[in-house]
């Protein structure tokens, strides 16, 4: 929301890849700004996009092919003409906009060097070229940085305060959310006019566990995990950041805190509870927060905030319910009727969550969802999945394309690993560097549950994972190979070894350890799959996908554990690579892409299960 206008992307039914929508205040709505319109030879898509407070601009990163090499693209709101373009260095959302309307803050990379990382000021209608660096290694003496460190300035919409955001490690898909390994430093915006004597405070280092914030005019609001395993929420004064004088807001509890968004006079805390979203407000002034009624036992998949109003946007969906979007008022959530109700009827579907008692005794979740009329006889084709790194939860998500699966007897399972972020950051750190082996573990588990319950058997049994999902799907298939019908292991991390030489390589470097430290090549030779590949094994079928654009996990990751597999086989079962010529890590892919690909991994897996 900004101004008086909704933003959103949404996929026309006659559109290759999503639009940017905007909606009038008299209930209007119209495309805004379709990226595929854009000359070249490949497709583009929207990565991520943030309009000005007042609504009269938006900043769209826009790529082609899946290549995630962002330009960004302004647009007026008015007539959707495109104002300027700052080249194709780019990545995150970590753009903010000042009170003007015509100047933003926004982060970039030197041309080719994924280690020199810099924040710039810009002003619509000047050149990219001359933007000012306002936040850089070496700059400000205040402000600590390695060569693998990013620094990211976030300028509120409200109040005379920024932040600056040092990223030691991998990111989550949020920028005010879902952190980790960071750094936190405040100074009041009037530095921004000299940025080398900008006077930055430290507020928070890595060791008080910030993983996600928010702020008022006069008060930065923390959620961290130091002494505090699932987190809670810390408020300290913007003019005095002092984290040992923090005040406690949000205490913690068997929920794991995840993010905090301010709504006027309030606070709006956004929980997991064993992988379902709750959410719960509370007064700034103080007080006890309570919980709010939620429409379902389901997942949060986004929420926004008004940057003048109180009132919120929170995207609400489940397993087998369409996601609707509610408004919050300050007192309530109200369904808005602006998202459109899915053809796709799930009414003879079900999902339910087992817990899985893993080898060392802790219960894993494990959410099972397919037809109501499904016979535990051991007989039926299942997929699971599952994805366990950088804390990130397994949210509740809805997939009317599986709804095939489900009527032709499908089992679908998503196993909630540690190394993700189901129970907050205790969860993380109980599958992260060298706990990684649990993770894997974990899911063979989660399939040895499902067999011993009737849901399938190892010949109907298949497994699915995508980037760090690789992790316990490519673990499971070299520990394991017997209980696997196949695999489709999508763009993965199967090579960790060689990881830290790749484009992102050392910023993953926290979440999975080092070739440089024998504790950290420990902790990667658990999750190099491509090593544990043994002669003359009989392995399951296995399809391995990439995209030649990717730049997460370069293509020669997915092609070296082919080939060795390929090579080491006893099974006379096939090893496949899928190669997307125009494609990346799977963002900003076409409805084509996705379909193609979908239908691809689902014939290949019931091609390979007994019975199909």
Not at 19 to 36: H, I, N
Not at 267 to 275: A, H, Q, T
Not at 515 to 529: K, M, S
Not at 562 to 576: D, E, H, I, K
Request: glycine share 10%; proline share 8%; hydrophobic share 40%.
């Amino acid at each position: 929301m900004a101004g008086d206008r909704i933003f959103s992307l949404v996929r026309e039914p006659d559109a290759r890849v999503p639009v940017l929508m905007v909606r009038e205040p008299d209930g209007t709505s119209r495309v805004l700004f379709d990226p595929d319109t854009l000359p070249g030879e490949a497709h583009h898509a929207i990565d991520w996009y943030v309009p000005s407070p007042d609504g009269r601009h938006v900043a769209c990163a826009v790529f082609p092919s899946g290549s995630e090499d962002n330009a960004i693209q302004v647009i007026d709101a008015d007539s959707g003409a495109l104002l300027d373009m700052i080249p194709p260095t780019t990545r995150f959302a970590f753009l903010s906009w000042l009170e003007d309307g015509r100047t933003f803050v926004y982060h970039r990379y030197a041309e080719q060097d994924r280690l020199d990382s810099r924040t710039f000021l810009h002003q619509l209608g000047t050149d990219p070229a001359q933007d000012a660096v306002v936040l850089a290694r070496g700059l400000n003496p205040h402000i600590e940085l390695t060569s693998r460190d990013r620094p990211f300035l976030v300028v509120p919409p409200r109040g005379e305060w920024m932040l600056a955001i040092v990223s030691h490690g991998a990111l989550g898909p949020g920028t005010t959310e879902y952190l980790s390994d960071c750094t936190v430093y405040v100074a009041p915006r009037t530095g921004l006019a000299n940025p080398a004597t900008c006077p930055w405070r430290k507020v928070a280092g890595v060791a008080d566990g910030v993983t996600a914030f928010a702020t008022s005019h006069d008060t930065l609001y923390l959620v961290s995990h130091r002494d505090a395993p699932r987190s809670r929420v810390l408020a300290v004064p913007l003019a005095e950041p002092d984290m040992s004088k923090a005040r406690v807001v949000v205490p913690a509890g068997r929920r794991a805190v995840e993010a905090v968004r301010v709504v006027g006079d309030r606070l709006l805390v956004r929980d997991l509870d064993g992988g379902v979203s709750r959410v719960r407000h509370a007064p700034l002034s103080g007080g006890e927060p309570t919980d709010l009624p939620m429409p379902g036992d389901g997942a949060i998949l986004e929420w926004t905030t008004h940057p003048e109003r109180p009132e919120a946007l929170l995207l609400v969906a489940g397993w087998t319910d369409a996601p609707r979007l509610y408004r919050y008022d300050g007192h309530s959530l109200q369904d808005t009727g602006l998202a459109p109700r899915s053809p796709v009827d799930f009414g003879d579907v079900q999902a339910r969550t087992l817990h899985v008692p893993a080898r060392d005794g802790t219960p894993v979740p494990l959410t099972v969802i397919h037809h109501k009329n499904l016979k535990l006889d051991g007989d039926n084709p299942a997929v699971l999945t599952g994805y366990g790194s950088h804390g990130i939860p397994d949210l509740p998500q809805f997939h009317p394309e599986l709804l095939a699966w489900y009527e032709r007897g499908g089992v679908y399972a998503v196993a909630h690993l540690r190394g993700g972020g189901t129970y907050g950051r205790e969860w993380h750190e109980a599958g992260r560097g060298p706990r990684k082996e649990a993770t894997i573990t974990d899911f063979i588990d989660c399939a040895e549950h499902l067999i011993k319950l009737g849901y399938t058997r190892p010949g109907r049994l298949t497994a699915e994972g995508s980037s760090g999902g690789g992790i316990p799907t490519g673990g499971a298939l070299v520990r394991r190979p017997e209980l696997w019908a196949a695999m489709a292991i999508q763009v993965p991390t199967v090579n960790a070894t060689r990881n830290e030489f790749t484009e992102s390589g050392p910023i993953n470097v926290p979440e999975f350890g080092s070739i440089t430290t024998e504790e950290g090549l420990r902790a990667l030779l658990i999750i190099d799959a491509y090593l544990r590949v043994r002669d003359g094994v009989p392995y399951p079928a296995v399809l391995l996908t990439t995209g030649l654009r990717d730049a997460r996990v370069p293509p020669w990751q997915p092609a070296k554990l082919a080939a060795r597999l390929q090579a080491a086989t006893a099974s006379g079962r096939p090893v496949l690579m899928r190669v997307e010529e125009h494609g990346g890590h799977g963002a900003g892919s076409t409805r084509d892409q996705e379909h193609e690909l979908l239908a691809d991994v689902l014939a290949f897996i019931l091609h390979a299960s007994d019975g199909s």
